[in-house]
């Protein structure tokens, strides 16, 4: 990655069986094949230090500075415009009216970032040469959706919090089966941390939908989010274990609503 090379993406394409079921015949669904290793700052820093022929802690003094500088842009109310992201500050809470003459009680209001792609990054995706390669659709749990499964009067999903339910949708998802790994799990994508949740927590718990309580533990941030079942497609229990992923990082914010 040192060198600048032409981008190129490699798409998994799954024979979409949830469509299939729907009436839609011969439908596959693309995923991005990605790479095993993840890029941080300090790995972006030696790059742009071998591209620009200047030492690695000096690429890395100027990124982090700019890190930060951006940082605190975003927390005094400007909107940061950049070639490769856009960060917008935005505030989520509710409050009585007693309450807005003082100061603001931070455990009802919370304010964060919301990041868009810039134009650079939407030229190079959209640039990028495409490869494609069929994979085996998966045979164990298949997640197409994680959320809250109430809405607010203007139809606006609820976000997820800690001690709120959480909804997972797809398909083959029942949890069955003895083995200790059977259950829900979730791991943060901040610091590894991971929450189990076991059938018994559960409920109702069928191969279409789980529904569960997010535990205290779930504290604001992203988290990835598994299921581990020994139940079969045909609805019975077999020996081994199978596991599916959902593909997208799932956000926790925090409760901040009065009611």
Not at 58 to 68: G, Y
Not at 87 to 99: C, D, F, N, Y
Not at 133 to 142: E, K, L, R, S, T
Not at 159 to 168: F, K, S
Request: charged share 20%; glycine share 8%.
């Amino acid at each position: 990655m040192s060198r600048p090379i032409k981008p190129q993406l490699r798409l998994k394409a799954y024979r979409d069986y949830l469509q299939e079921r729907r009436g839609k015949k011969d439908t596959y669904y693309l995923r991005v094949h990605l790479q095993s290793t993840r890029i941080d700052t300090e790995e972006v820093a030696r790059h742009v230090a071998s591209r620009l022929n200047i030492e690695p802690a000096q690429a890395l003094s100027v990124l982090q500075t700019a890190w930060k500088v951006m940082a605190e842009a975003n927390a005094q109310g400007f909107v940061v415009n950049t070639p490769y992201f856009r960060s917008i500050p935005m505030a989520r809470g509710t409050l009585k009216s007693e309450e807005l003459g003082g100061p603001v009680d931070r455990s009802r209001v919370s304010v964060y970032a919301a990041i868009e792609q810039g134009p650079l990054l939407r030229q190079t995706m959209d640039d990028t040469q495409l490869t494609l390669f069929q994979q085996p659709a998966p045979v164990g749990p298949i997640i197409t959706f994680v959320g809250s499964p109430h809405c607010d009067a203007d139809g606006q999903r609820r976000p997820l919090c800690a001690g709120q339910t959480c909804m997972v949708g797809g398909l083959n998802l029942k949890l069955r089966g003895t083995h200790p790994d059977v259950g829900i799990t979730l791991t943060s994508a901040d610091d590894g941390r991971t929450l189990f949740i076991p059938p018994a927590e559960v409920m109702p718990n069928e191969p279409k939908t789980l529904y569960f309580i997010l535990p205290p533990e779930a504290t604001p941030g992203m988290w990835t989010l598994r299921v581990s079942t020994q139940g079969s497609s045909k609805g019975r229990t077999i020996k081994t274990i199978r596991t599916g992923e959902y593909e997208h990082l799932v956000e926790i914010l925090p409760d901040t609503d009065l009611t």
